[in-house]
């Protein structure tokens, strides 16, 4: 909470306040919001779906939506994706999941997530060609952060090979051969250099092989399913900054441009630089959709993104969490 408020301090403290009131609070404006605000129920609502599709629906609708909302809330004080799955371990074994069954759950929603997030850059590139990686660089508005973007690239790509290495070896233990990579998994773990994380490479290799067992036992349909709820609740995240900047702009921006950067955003908040991305997506989204609004008024528009996107989380889990206890005690 205390980088939060520093954030927004560091964006807000050169704006004057009389620029708020060059913004139009009509009409226009308003639908915008509401349906960025769709966009945030939407990226949640196609998650519950999953995880009602996961667990076969032996968890309520209700229930799952407090896992979802939770376990993104972990998401958002950890750094990258480090307290999510941890707090969904936690929430399913008390949901009655077994720990096995649990295991299977978070790793082929990592798997799922990680498809969409391979697939998107390809597609994008052939949508859009060389056009992707040609960042505007001549907003005024955020100079020094400007000055940047050349060398987002470079990561954005960098980041991008070393997940799709992860991801290749990650189908490779749940769809080919799981006892291989579990006994790499061991070998590893031998090593005098790592020897440290032992433990947790033992347990790696044993949550391969149990969700192994668990992925090759789903049908077809499930995996459709199951990837167009994930590539759904990713789109809702990105076009809800579509929206957003469409609500300062009153017109409608470039959907798929303003797509290809949030995925450069995204890709920048994977890093594990600071909880929930925070900062990192603040000084992505200044620089690089900057261009789109008149001046002044992307630091607005960043603030009511990321509250949609990240701070709604912070406030709901600090909600959800003694409810959730309480049910729990019962």
Same mark, same amino acid.
């Not at 639908?31 to 009602?52: E, G, P, S, T």
């Not at 076969?56 to 972990?74: C, G, N, R, V």
């Given at each position: 909470?205390?980088?939060?408020?520093?954030? !927004?301090?560091?964006?807000?403290?050169?704006?004057?306040?009389?620029?708020?009131?060059?913004?139009?609070?009509?009409?226009?404006?308003?639908?915008?919001?509401? %349906?960025?605000?769709?966009?945030?129920?939407?990226?949640?609502?196609?998650?519950?779906?999953?995880?009602?599709?996961?667990?076969?629906? $032996?968890?309520? =609708?209700?229930?799952?939506?407090?896992?979802?909302?939770?376990?993104?809330?972990?998401?958002?004080?950890?750094?990258?994706? =480090?307290?999510?799955?941890?707090?969904?371990? +936690?929430? %399913? $074994?008390?949901?009655?999941?077994?720990?096995?069954?649990?295991?299977?759950?978070?790793? /082929? @929603?990592?798997?799922?997530?990680?498809?969409?997030?391979?697939? !998107?850059?390809?597609?994008?590139?052939?949508?859009?060609?060389? $056009?992707? =990686?040609?960042?505007? @660089?001549?907003?005024?508005?955020?100079?020094?952060?400007?000055?940047?973007?050349?060398?987002?690239?470079?990561?954005?790509?960098?980041?991008?090979?070393?997940?799709?290495?992860?991801?290749?070896?990650?189908?490779?233990?749940?769809?080919?051969?799981?006892?291989?990579?579990?006994?790499? +998994?061991?070998?590893?773990?031998? %090593?005098?250099?790592?020897?440290?994380?032992?433990?947790?490479?033992?347990?790696?290799?044993?949550?391969?092989?149990?969700? #192994?067992?668990?992925?090759? @036992?789903? #049908?077809?349909?499930?995996?459709?399913?199951?990837?167009? +709820? @994930?590539?759904?609740?990713?789109?809702?995240?990105?076009?809800?900054?579509?929206?957003?900047?469409?609500?300062?702009?009153? #017109?409608?921006?470039?959907?798929?441009?303003? +797509?290809?950067?949030?995925?450069?955003?995204?890709?920048?908040?994977?890093?594990?630089?600071?909880?929930?991305?925070?900062?990192?997506?603040?000084?992505?989204?200044?620089?690089?959709?900057?261009?789109?609004?008149?001046?002044?008024?992307?630091?607005?528009?960043?603030?009511?993104?990321?509250?949609?996107?990240?701070?709604?989380?912070?406030?709901?889990?600090?909600?959800?969490?003694? /409810?959730?206890?309480?049910?729990?005690?019962?």
């Amino acid at each position: 909470m205390l980088l939060s408020i520093a954030i !927004v301090y560091f964006i807000l403290k050169d704006v004057p306040f009389s620029l708020i009131a060059t913004i139009k609070f009509d009409f226009v404006f308003f639908i915008f919001i509401l %349906l960025a605000m769709l966009m945030a129920v939407l990226r949640d609502a196609n998650y519950v779906m999953r995880l009602r599709l996961l667990t076969e629906k $032996k968890i309520t =609708f209700f229930k799952s939506t407090q896992i979802i909302l939770l376990w993104e809330f972990a998401s958002s004080i950890t750094p990258s994706a =480090f307290g999510g799955p941890l707090a969904a371990l +936690y929430l %399913l $074994k008390k949901e009655k999941i077994t720990l096995g069954k649990s295991t299977s759950i978070v790793l /082929i @929603t990592a798997f799922l997530d990680e498809l969409v997030f391979i697939i !998107v850059l390809p597609v994008l590139y052939l949508i859009l060609g060389s $056009k992707l =990686f040609i960042l505007n @660089t001549d907003c005024i508005e955020n100079a020094e952060l400007v000055k940047l973007v050349p060398y987002l690239k470079n990561i954005v790509l960098g980041v991008y090979l070393f997940l799709l290495i992860v991801y290749v070896v990650l189908f490779y233990g749940l769809f080919i051969n799981a006892k291989s990579l579990r006994h790499a +998994y061991h070998i590893l773990a031998k %090593l005098p250099i790592i020897n440290r994380w032992k433990d947790s490479l033992y347990k790696a290799g044993d949550d391969i092989l149990l969700a #192994s067992n668990e992925a090759k @036992t789903k #049908s077809i349909s499930f995996w459709i399913k199951a990837f167009s +709820y @994930t590539f759904l609740s990713w789109s809702a995240r990105y076009i809800l900054a579509f929206f957003v900047i469409a609500a300062m702009m009153h #017109s409608m921006p470039d959907l798929i441009d303003v +797509y290809g950067k949030l995925y450069f955003i995204r890709t920048l908040s994977i890093l594990p630089l600071s909880p929930g991305g925070i900062g990192v997506a603040e000084l992505s989204f200044l620089a690089l959709l900057c261009s789109y609004m008149p001046f002044g008024l992307t630091k607005i528009a960043t603030l009511i993104w990321r509250f949609l996107s990240y701070h709604i989380y912070l406030i709901l889990g600090v909600i959800l969490i003694p /409810i959730y206890i309480k049910n729990q005690d019962k």
